[in-house]
């Protein structure tokens, strides 16, 4: 049992009861006491100073680390979408063309949510960089750039020729997802096997 402490709330250290009415009033003091889980004993069996570790303790920074977050594969699709459209939309606000703003954006999206995505959904970290990069040229293309007129057919064959000519950024951003995500599941696999 924890020196000082019940499991329920902490147990004052300096009084002991000595007769029936202080055992009783210490009983209710106890029970009107706010419920407390925290261990305030040794947590290990080499561990006897009872206390909490001090900041900058290796401990202490154990037990303050966060979880690092993860993407779900429609995480993926959001996070790599919604900063390359947006880009798409600004590079051609901007400059009325797709230049390096669109690119960087694209690959630097695409590597971020290569890295967060969850194990589960690590083939999503491949797929959606290609579609999300068809979206920002969409995007460029609503906003004029190489607009070959109106209609689906038209939209489609200006998406076509900004592929043509802008092959970098989707090439660089999935194949640097890929590898990611290749290595990912590599070591996942090797932590499997032992």
């Not at 092959?167 to 070591?187: D, E, K, S």
């Amino acid at each position: 049992m924890n020196d000082g402490a019940t499991r329920l709330a902490p147990r004052p250290a300096a009084r002991i009861p000595e007769n029936r009415r202080e055992r009783d009033a210490l009983r209710r003091e106890r029970m009107a006491a706010p419920l407390d889980f925290r261990s305030t004993g040794p947590t290990r069996p080499g561990d006897q100073s009872g206390t909490r570790p001090r900041p900058g303790t290796p401990r202490a920074a154990a037990r303050t680390t966060k979880r690092r977050p993860v993407l779900t594969a429609w995480g993926v699709l959001l996070a790599v979408t919604a900063p390359t459209v947006l880009a798409a939309a600004l590079d051609a606000g901007l400059t009325g063309s797709i230049h390096w703003i669109f690119g960087l954006v694209f690959v630097a999206s695409s590597f971020h949510a290569a890295t967060l995505v969850r194990r589960r959904d690590l083939l999503a970290g491949v797929i959606v960089p290609p579609l999300a990069y068809c979206a920002g040229l969409l995007t460029a293309v609503h906003f004029g750039v190489l607009d070959a007129g109106r209609g689906i057919v038209n939209q489609l064959a200006s998406l076509g020729a900004l592929l043509a000519l802008k092959p970098r950024p989707l090439f660089l951003g999935t194949a640097l997802a890929a590898a990611l995500i290749a290595a990912r599941w590599a070591g996942t696999r090797g932590s499997a096997k032992r």
